[in-house]
């Protein structure tokens, strides 16, 4: 099999990406939510974040959820393209994946929590 190089793997590159996100925003929930809240709080991180370091940690943090997601989805794809019937380690595949998208909302969570608190107290004074 021929390998694609140069221009040629770069567009198909973009190509499948374009592929899996249509998949995602048509077919995966979680997914969907997720893009939603990032897309209401990216434009708020411009106006709680006091420097480009405070902006891209707020930014990071929403663009880490979305990569976990896609990766998490990524497991129960290739989990369930292997079969359907239950197994221990497919199991702890998909549960593994879940965690990681648990834990990295519980810490867009906290630092958004601690921006949103530090702009409130601000704002009120």
Not at 18 to 47: D, H, Y
Not at 67 to 91: F, K, P
Not at 103 to 115: K, Y
């Amino acid at each position: 099999m021929k390998k694609n190089t140069g221009i040629t793997r770069v567009l198909l590159a973009f190509k499948h990406s374009g592929k899996g996100f249509k998949f995602l925003i048509t077919q995966e929930a979680a997914f969907q939510q997720e893009l939603i809240l990032a897309a209401v709080l990216a434009p708020l991180s411009f106006v709680i974040s006091q420097n480009l370091s405070e902006l891209l940690l707020l930014l990071m943090s929403l663009a880490l959820v979305l990569i976990v997601e896609i990766l998490n989805t990524a497991i129960e794809a290739t989990v369930d393209r292997v079969g359907q019937e239950y197994h221990e380690l497919s199991g702890l595949a998909k549960d593994l994946g879940s965690m990681a998208v648990l834990v990295s909302l519980l810490f867009a969570a906290g630092v958004w929590i601690t921006f949103l608190w530090r702009y409130g107290s601000t704002a009120i004074n």
